[in-house]
T-cell receptor, first 114, second 113 residues
Framework: DAGVTQSPTHLIKTRGQQVTLRCSPK?????VSWYQQALGQGPQFIFQ???????QRGNFPDRFSGHQFPNYSSELNVNALLLGDSALYLC?????????????FGPGTRLLVL | DAKTTQPPSMDCAEGRAANLPCNHS???????VYWYRQIHSQGPQYIIH???NNETNEMASLIITEDRKSSTLILPHATLRDTAVYYC??????????????FGKGITLSVRP
C-alpha cells in the first residue's frame, strides 16, 4: 500500500515564475491538505481539498491555489514566485471515519526560488 | 485550536526511555492530542493521538493527565533513529471546518550513543 507521494522532489525556479506541485494521497483517503515549511520553522497550513473543493484555507495569498481531481490527487500552484516562497511544501492525506481524522504526510517538494 | 508548550530540546541515552512533555492548559473537551515527528528534511510522521485515555502503539505511549492539561509522549527504548523534532498538537477532528494541523516549534530530541 503506497503512502502519500509527491512530485517533484526538488525544484528550482526564478522570481516571477509559476510552479505546480503534485500529490497523490494514500490509498483510501479522500482529503488532501497542503503545508508550507520554511527553513527552521514548523509547517504552516495552506489549504485543504475535499470533494474537489477547497474546504479550508490558511493565511496565504491568492497566488497560492490548488485543485483536486476525481481520483483525489491534488495540485498546488504558486504564481508570481517570490524569494520567500522558497520552502519545503508538504502534502498530507486523510479520511474522516468514526468522527476522527489523521493526516499522513508525504516526503515533500523542496522549492528554491532564485 | 489550543496552543501547546514544549521545551525546545532534550536528550537521552540510546536504549533508555525518552519522555517528551507537552503542556496544553487551554485544551477543550473535544480536542485530541496528536504527536508527530519530523526527521531532518523529511515529511512529518504521525506517531499517536488520544483524547483522554492513555494510548499505546508500536511506536510510543501517550500519557494524558486526568485534567487533560498536559501529556507525555514516551519512546520506551530510544534509538539513534529517533533523533528528530517532535510536535505536540491539539485539534478537533470534526469533518471539515477545523481539521488543519497547527504546528508549533516542537521539541528537538537528540539521542546520544
Amino acid at each position: 500500500d503506497a503512502g502519500v507521494t509527491q512530485s517533484p522532489t526538488h525544484l528550482i525556479k526564478t522570481r516571477g515564475q509559476q510552479v505546480t506541485l503534485r500529490c497523490s494521497p494514500k490509498s483510501g483517503h479522500d482529503t488532501v491538505s497542503w503545508y508550507q515549511q520554511a527553513l527552521g520553522q514548523g509547517p504552516q497550513f495552506i489549504f485543504q481539498y475535499y470533494e474537489e473543493e477547497e474546504r479550508q484555507r490558511g493565511n496565504f495569498p491568492d497566488r497560492f491555489s490548488g485543485h483536486q481531481f476525481p481520483n483525489y490527487s491534488s495540485e498546488l500552484n504558486v504564481n508570481a514566485l517570490l524569494l520567500g516562497d522558497s520552502a519545503l511544501y508538504l502534502c498530507a492525506s486523510s479520511r474522516f471515519r468514526d468522527g476522527q481524522e489523521t493526516q499522513y504526510f508525504g516526503p515533500g517538494t523542496r522549492l528554491l526560488v532564485l | 485550536d489550543a496552543k501547546t508548550t514544549q521545551p525546545p530540546s532534550m536528550d537521552c541515552a540510546e536504549g533508555r526511555a525518552a519522555n517528551l512533555p507537552c503542556n496544553h492548559s487551554t485544551i477543550s473537551g473535544n480536542e485530541y492530542v496528536y504527536w508527530y515527528r519530523q526527521i531532518h528534511s523529511q515529511g512529518p510522521q504521525y506517531i499517536i493521538h488520544g483524547l483522554k485515555n492513555n494510548e499505546t502503539n508500536e511506536m510510543a505511549s501517550l500519557i494524558i493527565t486526568e485534567d487533560r492539561k498536559s501529556s507525555t509522549l514516551i519512546l520506551p527504548h530510544a534509538t539513534l533513529r529517533d533523533t528528530a523534532v517532535y510536535y505536540c498538537i491539539v485539534r478537533v477532528t470534526d469533518a471539515g471546518a477545523n481539521s488543519k494541523l497547527t504546528f508549533g516549534k516542537g521539541i528537538t530530541l537528540s539521542v546520544r550513543p
